[in-house]
């Protein structure tokens, strides 16, 4: 799939008509071998996507969004036998994410993806290295985490470490970063087991501040999985 329609794809995934239904009923189908190519694209979906600079907020700071994450499916066949039939799984979240003393920041995500009984929460722990400032950037390192409920027969948990280095400019803060991602996903059906993955992780972004509203967009790819993220909402 093209770019341009994964990020359309993104966009609307707010409704309920776009995408086809994503109930895992039919994980017994699948082999082992299968199923670990699913659970590493679903570790990539599901996995924390902070999508906001690195620079601190503060005490009395806070970013406060309604986010959507598109990520494209590298065994797309695998997931329709499964019982999903998508190419691309769109991830609409709230997300807050909260300033602490000493620079440090704490954030939390929810998510539910619309036509299934997907739900993730997830959450991460920031510090700022460096806090930035005129003429220097924020450099920061943060631990996350998410974990998959609703779905009978798969569980799955994330774990990241990552860092991440931003510069503003006017109302623009352009950053990049890299990480490593650890995803644990066990089938509760068929015999198939855990697996257990890996994989680095590079991600850059910008967010856009027009005062009373605040915007983001991310792409990040974790192992040969790409996605993007947008988010609305305010940053104080």
């Known amino acids: 799939m093209q770019l341009r329609s994964l990020l359309s794809l993104s966009l609307f995934a707010f409704s309920a008509s776009a995408i086809a239904s994503t109930n895992f009923d039919s994980l017994n189908t699948l082999s082992s071998s299968e199923f670990a190519l699913l659970a590493k694209d679903f570790t990539a979906a599901a996995s924390y996507k902070a999508v906001q600079p690195g620079e601190p907020l503060g005490l009395t700071g806070f970013d406060l969004g309604v986010e959507v994450t598109g990520t494209q499916l590298e065994s797309k066949s695998i997931w329709q036998k499964a019982g999903a039939d998508i190419s691309v799984l769109p991830v609409p979240k709230l997300h807050l994410t909260k300033g602490l003393p000493a620079d440090f920041d704490i954030g939390i995500f ?127």
Not at 114 to 126: A, F
Not at 135 to 147: D, E, G, H, K
Request: aromatic residues 10%.
């Open 110 to 236: 929810l998510a539910a993806v619309p036509n299934s009984d997907i739900k993730l929460i997830g959450g991460e722990l920031r510090y700022a290295l460096l806090a930035g400032g005129v003429a220097l950037p924020a450099i920061s390192v943060r631990a996350t985490y998410t974990q998959l409920s609703g779905v009978d027969q798969l569980d799955l948990n994330t774990k990241s470490v990552e860092f991440s280095a931003s510069k503003g400019f006017l109302n623009l803060t352009p950053y990049i970063g890299i990480g490593h991602v650890w995803g644990d996903v066990t089938a509760n059906v068929g015999g198939l087991g855990s697996v257990s993955l890996d994989d680095n992780k590079f991600f850059a972004g910008l967010n856009v501040n027009f005062g009373l509203i605040n915007m983001a967009f991310e792409g990040d790819r974790i192992g040969d999985n790409s996605s993007l993220s947008g988010k609305v909402g305010f940053r104080f």
